[in-house]
């Protein structure tokens, strides 16, 4: 199985690894930097480079293990390479996906509106959500909302966690563990504000808690001053009782 070193380390962007098999243009590494697409955030793409030739990786996908596609004959297994990010690419999606948590907590918080989908690009993001119709007052309301939490400059941080700890401990509602297959026991959890992990801190001090708890594998920043400016490009309808909204970082 291959180590997922973005589930701990979402800044580096270069990693030494070894091929260990290969699917057809396809291989599986021991270890990866590449996020595989999933969780509304589109996949890596980057080089593999090994004694001089070099692989452009054009999609990463999570089966059985995670595939790291390439444009051309692949390297043999047991080969060493390594492996750059365009990080450009990976920086806006870490930055889409923590506005993103930054807009789902807002939204419960201020409409009671439960985030249904999503998906971030590199240039912009949308967000569907359990709610009757946003009017303009109600997008400016979100999107100076969004700008005060950026100007928090709230830390951003994840953890391993027990499922069944979770579930005892954690709000729900937020950290969306209900959604998850019940097949999945350890839990990652993205947390923006507050002291740190539930447990490490006097839970009775309403100043510990977080803004947003959130069991999510995606990556992110490690702040939210990192986000940039939001603007709310818009909103549309979606069924009879779903918004969809749109927004872009500067």
Not at 24 to 43: K, M, N
Request: glycine content about 8%; proline content about 4%.
């Amino acid at each position: 199985m291959t180590e997922a070193l973005y589930l701990t380390d979402s800044a580096t962007r270069r990693f030494e690894a070894t091929v260990e098999r290969v699917a057809g243009d396809r291989v599986v590494l021991d270890r990866t930097c590449f996020y595989p697409s999933g969780g509304g955030q589109p996949a890596d793409t980057g080089t593999l480079t090994a004694d001089g030739t070099e692989w452009a990786v054009t999609d990463v996908a999570k089966k059985d293990t995670i595939y790291h596609t390439l444009d051309g004959d692949p390297p043999e297994p047991d080969t060493a390479v390594v492996g750059e990010l365009d990080w450009d690419r990976r920086h806006a999606h870490m930055r889409y996906h923590t506005a993103q948590h930054l807009l789902s907590a807002l939204l419960l918080d201020e409409f009671d509106a439960a985030t249904t989908g999503n998906q971030v690009y590199t240039d912009r993001a949308r967000l569907d959500c359990a709610y009757d119709r946003f009017d303009d007052d109600d997008l400016a309301t979100i999107e100076d909302g969004l700008n005060g939490l950026v100007a928090d400059e709230l830390p951003v941080r994840w953890y391993e966690m027990d499922r069944a700890t979770a579930e005892a401990e954690l709000d729900t509602d937020r950290t969306r563990i209900d959604l998850l297959p019940d097949s999945i026991t350890e839990l990652r959890i993205v947390e923006i504000g507050g002291d740190g992990p539930a447990g490490a801190c006097d839970r009775a001090d309403a100043a510990a808690e977080p803004y947003d708890r959130t069991a999510c594998a995606g990556t992110h920043v490690e702040s939210t001053a990192d986000i940039g400016t939001v603007t709310v490009t818009g909103r549309e309808t979606r069924g009879s009782d779903g918004e969809r909204i749109r927004f872009e970082l500067a």
